[in-house]
Antibody
Framework: QVQLVESGGGVVQPGGSLRVSCAAS????????MHWVRQAPGKGLEWVAFIRDDGSNKYYVDSVKGRFTISRDNSKNTLFLQMSSLRPEDTAVYYC????????????????WGRGTQVTVSS | SYVLTQPPSVSVAPGKTASISCGGNNIATKSVHWYQQKPGQAPVLVIYYDKDRPSRIPERFSGSNSGNTATLTISRVEAGDEADYYCQVWDNSSDHPNWVFGGGTKLTVL
């Protein structure tokens, strides 16, 4: 069965950096695009970043462009999100989500989600 | 960017039918997907491409999309259906794709 397990969350000061990871199992990661989606405390879902199956295309929500970098290691079945210049408004649970497609043109929904990792930006 | 509007809350008695709307400009031209999120849990896909159901989702869940409104319908509502529900579309109208969520609707089972 498909499993996505996030890790690496924690408390970081404003301006700091953090890398969160997502270990995938139960499917061939190399065949699917992947996303990060976040949820601030008491708020709704917000898409953050996309990476296609081979890592050649990446997209970001405007609020994290230039600060966050999504990447993947298909040989290790792992997805990453490197976050820098963190702000208090980046505080959220970060979910790893699998796409049903492989690239930006056919990846229209999220068919499996991890349980998330908490990132708190606070001094 | 594309905006999806959902009512903040919907209440329904057990055994009755719940309808959760998702409004967007000419949303019928887009495919709408729905997620259920129970407290402290990850979201779960319940409807994709307007009306298709993953095999693990009960037949009581259905979807439709017309004009400016998409609707998630839950028949014979059970206490276990109490959750937040989010609609989502893929929008390609800007310089790159965006995955847009509605604000979410809290379903309360009375």
């Amino acid at each position: 069965q498909v499993q996505l397990v996030e890790s690496g969350g924690g408390v970081v000061q404003p301006g700091g950096s953090l890398r969160v990871s997502c270990a995938a199992s139960g499917f061939a990661l190399r065949n699917y695009a992947m996303h990060w989606v976040r949820q601030a405390p008491g708020k709704g879902l917000e898409w953050v970043a996309f990476i296609r199956d081979d890592g050649s295309n990446k997209y970001y929500v405007d609020s994290v462009k230039g600060r966050f970098t999504i990447s993947r290691d298909n040989s290790k079945n792992t997805l990453f999100l490197q976050m820098s210049s963190l702000r208090p408004e980046d505080t959220a649970v970060y979910y790893c989500a699998k796409s049903q497609g492989s690239d930006g043109g056919n990846s229209v929904y999220f068919d499996y989600w991890g349980r998330g990792t908490q990132v708190t930006v606070s001094s | 960017s594309y905006v999806l509007t959902q009512p903040p809350s919907v209440s329904v008695a057990p055994g009755k039918t719940a309808s959760i709307s998702c409004g967007g400009n000419n949303i019928a031209t887009k495919s709408v997907h729905w997620y259920q999120q129970k407290p402290g849990q990850a979201p779960v896909l319940v409807i994709y491409y307007d009306k298709d159901r993953p095999s693990r989702i009960p037949e009581r869940f259905s979807g439709s999309n017309s004009g400016n409104t998409a609707t998630l319908t839950i028949s014979r509502v059970e206490a276990g259906d109490e959750a937040d529900y989010y609609c989502q579309v893929w929008d390609n109208s800007s310089d790159h794709p965006n995955w847009v969520f509605g604000g979410g609707t809290k379903l309360t089972v009375l």
